[in-house]
């Protein structure tokens, strides 16, 4: 049975910072996609950060400088440092993986408030 489990969100100021972490069972980050998700009220779940099985990353132009994603294979856990962070960012973080083919697997979110 595959299990995402996201934790290390919470409320913070602007300008703070979290990291954010995917631990996961039944399926190996070292050799799947994974990526990180957020869903806002009222707008579409967006793709933010994305690490392949190679190991390349990619980011949403809206976290690009702000955020990093990563990997600890030995861990099985993918994290999201995220930095400067702006009210706009909160939002429910979600991992998923793998990214392709659909529909992957997703954890269950985490909440992220960022206050001004």
């Known amino acids: 049975q595959v299990q995402l489990v996201e934790s290390g969100g919470g409320l913070v100021q602007a300008g703070e910072s979290l990291r954010l972490s995917c631990a996961a069972s039944?399926?190996?980050?070292?050799?799947?996609?994974v990526g990180w998700y957020r869903r806002a009220p009222a707008n579409q779940r967006e793709l933010v950060a994305a690490?392949?099985?190679?190991?390349?990353?990619n980011y949403a132009d809206s976290v690009k400088g702000r955020f990093t994603i990563s990997r600890d294979n030995a861990k099985n856990t993918v994290y999201l440092q995220m930095n400067s962070l702006k009210p706009e960012d909160t939002a429910v973080y979600y991992c998923?993986?793998?990214?392709?083919?659909?529909?992957?697997?997703w954890g269950q979110g985490t909440q992220v408030t960022v206050s001004s």
């Open positions: 998923r993986s793998p990214i392709v083919p659909a529909p992957g697997y």
């Open positions: 039944g399926i190996s980050f070292a050799i799947n996609s």
């Open positions: 690490v392949s099985s190679s190991g390349s990353t």
